[in-house]
């Protein structure tokens, strides 16, 4: 290791410890403590009895740093802080807590929740009463911060960096994904080395997707009430560590070899052209309110990471119990340093921000000009990176979609609204004669979402479309169920969302072969439109082959079958893979359908054409009263590729529950349509029709095709 210039009283090493010729630097923010111990163990001491406690003597601005000698790599350790208790001013220091570095790159162990320690009425913690406190020496119950060496055999690696307009986004559960993968080792399974498994990148080339989104991988505990229910968080949106990886989801057992492991999965996707984009819990931490636990920033300083109400009780606007307060420079720091970690260190090519919005809180609310996001977004490294929020928080004026700055781009809720609205909503109500809702806003969304997005120079890249995540219906049981079945969560079936958007095509759960046709249709539907949409399609593991969660729409603690991918394919998931693969490879062969620009921009043509015409089911110009007609179910968008060197496109969208008569529309220079896919087929590889424009064909109720125009 090379030698490096000493620290002086008046500077601050990085925070956390970093390895010397010597020993280490170590350096934490406590600004109130009064005392800060760094606290040694042996690597097989799990009850705590080889502690070491080592003073920090250097204090300055907050932050409490020393030079240790001795420390190498493996080294277990955590801290103490003596300070105040004083809750009513929010410190909560207590040395009998021993906590976790929060830049620890490692962490080994679990927590082990005391029930006794929860259940304290909040007002209590209010006294200032130190024997309300837990004064237990905790060692035995938390774990260990691990010092790390960097340094990992990177080869050739490159990050893809895929264009945002070329992209196609899986997100997926590491987990959920390899637990049940045949073709990867039993050892491997539900493991990073699983991910990195040539059966699971060949799945994941095969769809042709470009990206990666992993459910949460930074360290994260189960909430204590999940422990006593015998569950456990299978999501991960409960971070400890914003700088470690998840240990449980490596097959390697020591530390090192957990962030070796982590590196060697994103290298493997690398190499297949495979982009890895985290989703990162940012806006809150796993030690809940202050009724529950005190595992690391509660402990260092709660008034500076947390937000605290006039009481100095949390305010939570994340629904989880507390909130980090990125108005303070310490957690500012920390998270900027966590994101340049995982870019610069692990390689990771972007982010997607859990409950975004509470992460530009000012004082008054939701800012874009917020310090966090000018700092992000001005960043020379994570600038550079894809940057992804999910626009709301349940806080006072939580959904701001659409207003992020760029180079945000963001989940598109109302995408997901409007397709499952025309897709199921509509058409049961087709079903009965009844009206539904306007196709404007279906075509607003087709075409990018420019309401939404058109400030900053942002594009339709800015839109993030999905018709299913993690949180919510899986595809196959929006389709199948008209409301939830959560029971095994144990809360009653009172958890998850009630208001779905979801159709069961007249059956709740399973049904016959008819039924069970006609929703495979609407499946092909709801994706088919998906693939053709202006802006960047996100995928959600498993919909590809109609994976189902047994109708939970809220599996957050369901480590189990009812999550984890059943690779057990019949006929049809087969050839709704294939059908999957077969648009992504549209999408990817005909540059009209991954515009940067919104349409209507440019100046018509010399024929009078625009790059996006709006046709009716008859094959003539869409005009005001029928884009208002809530019994209209049928729409075509004419996508003229001139604008873009390719070639045009005609899709068609019949979402009624009757067959429709459609005619081609007449379009100077087109003399007939090739049919390359149909919604109606069971397999993408049957052969199209050729059909002379201007020419009439009947399409089947709940419908869609993409025609391609030929002179």
């Not at 006294?127 to 790390?148: E, K, L």
């Not at 000018?374 to 960043?379: I, K, M, Q, R, Y």
């Not at 020379?380 to 999910?390: D, N, R």
């Not at 999408?587 to 009078?608: E, M, S, T």
């Amino acid at each position: 290791m090379s030698p490096r210039p000493r620290n002086s009283r008046d500077r601050v090493p990085p925070l956390g410890v970093t390895l010397t010729d010597e020993g280490a630097d170590v350096a934490v923010f406590a600004a109130k403590a009064d005392r800060v111990e760094l606290c040694l163990f042996d690597a097989d001491d799990h009850t705590g009895e080889s502690e070491r406690r080592v003073e920090l003597t250097q204090r300055l601005h907050g932050f409490w740093f020393d030079e240790v000698p001795g420390i190498k790599a493996g080294q277990r350790y955590g801290f103490r802080c003596h300070g105040p208790w004083r809750p009513w001013e929010g410190h909560r220091y207590n040395p009998d807590k021993l906590l976790l570095d929060p830049y620890a790159r490692a962490i080994e162990g679990e927590v082990r929740w005391r029930p006794e320690v929860f259940g304290h009425h909040v007002d209590e913690l209010l006294t200032g009463d130190p024997m309300i406190a837990d004064h237990r020496n905790s060692a035995p119950f938390v774990p260990r911060s691990v010092v790390v060496e960097d340094g990992f055999d990177w080869g050739d690696d490159a990050p893809p960096q895929t264009p945002m307009s070329e992209s196609v986004i899986y997100e997926m559960h590491v987990k959920g994904f390899t637990q049940q993968l045949p073709d990867v080792p039993e050892h491997l399974r539900g493991t990073y080395a699983g991910l990195a498994h040539p059966a699971a990148i060949e799945w994941l080339t095969r769809l042709g997707v470009t990206a990666v989104e992993l459910l949460p991988v930074h360290t994260f505990v189960s909430e204590p009430q999940l422990v006593q229910r015998g569950l456990v968080n299978y999501w991960g949106y409960n971070s400890i560590g914003f700088f470690a990886p998840h240990a449980a989801y490596a097959a390697a057992t020591d530390p090192e070899g957990v962030i070796a492991e982590f590196k060697a999965m994103v290298k493997a996707l690398h190499a297949a052209g495979i982009e890895v984009i985290l989703d990162v819990v940012y806006n809150h931490t796993g030690e809940q309110s202050v009724d529950g636990g005190t595992l690391s920033l509660r402990g260092l300083d709660a008034a500076a990471y947390y937000r605290l109400d006039s009481r100095a009780m949390d305010n939570d606007v994340t629904g989880t119990g507390n909130t980090v307060d990125l108005r303070h420079h310490a957690a500012v720091r920390m998270v900027l340093d966590s994101l340049r970690y995982w870019v610069e260190e692990m390689h990771v090519d972007g982010f997607r921000f859990d409950l975004a919005v509470a992460l530009a809180r000012g004082e008054g609310g939701y800012s874009p000009d917020h310090p966090f996001l000018v700092a992000l977004t001005s960043d020379p490294v994570l600038s550079q990176v894809k940057l992804i929020a999910e626009p709301w928080d349940i806080g006072s004026n939580g959904w701001r979609t659409g207003q992020f700055p760029p180079p945000f781009a963001e989940w598109n809720d109302r995408y997901r609204d409007t397709l499952r609205n025309f897709w199921l909503i509509d058409l049961a109500a087709s079903s009965h004669g009844q009206p539904g809702h306007r196709l404007s806003e279906l075509a607003t969304r087709l075409a990018g979402s420019e309401d939404s997005f058109s400030l900053g120079d942002r594009g339709p890249i800015a839109s993030i479309n999905f018709v299913t995540a993690h949180d919510g219906f899986t595809l196959a049981d929006l389709t199948r169920c008209n409301v939830k079945h959560n029971g095994a969560n144990g809360e009653g079936n009172r958890d998850g969302m009630d208001h779905n958007r979801s159709w069961n095509h007249g059956v709740e759960g399973p049904a016959d072969d008819a039924v069970e046709a006609h929703r495979r249709r609407s499946r092909r539907n709801l994706l088919g439109s998906l693939l053709v949409s202006a802006g960047v399609p996100m995928i959600t593991m498993g919909d590809e082959i109609g994976r189902s969660q047994r109708g939970n729409n809220n599996a957050y603690c369901q480590d189990n079958e009812i999550s984890w991918v059943d690779w057990d394919l019949d006929e049809d998931q087969q050839a709704m893979r294939d059908t999957v693969a077969a648009l992504v490879r549209i999408r990817r062969d005909h540059p009209v359908l991954r515009q940067r620009h919104f349409f209507g921009k440019r100046p018509p043509y010399a024929d009078g054409m625009r790059d996006l015409t709006w046709y009716s089911a008859g094959g003539e110009r869409m005009e005001g009263e029928q884009w208002h007609d809530p019994y209209n179910h049928s729409l075509m968008a004419y996508l003229d590729g001139r604008v873009v060197g390719g070639a045009s496109l005609l899709v068609v969208f019949h979402g009624g529950a009757d067959d429709a008569q459609i005619t081609l529309p007449r379009i100077r220079a087109v003399t007939q349509y090739r049919l390359l896919w149909d919604s109606v087929w069971e397999r993408p590889d049957l052969e199209g029709a050729t059909m002379a424009a201007g020419a009439s064909y009947l399409t089947a109720p709940a419908s869609m095709q993409i025609w391609r125009a030929q002179a």
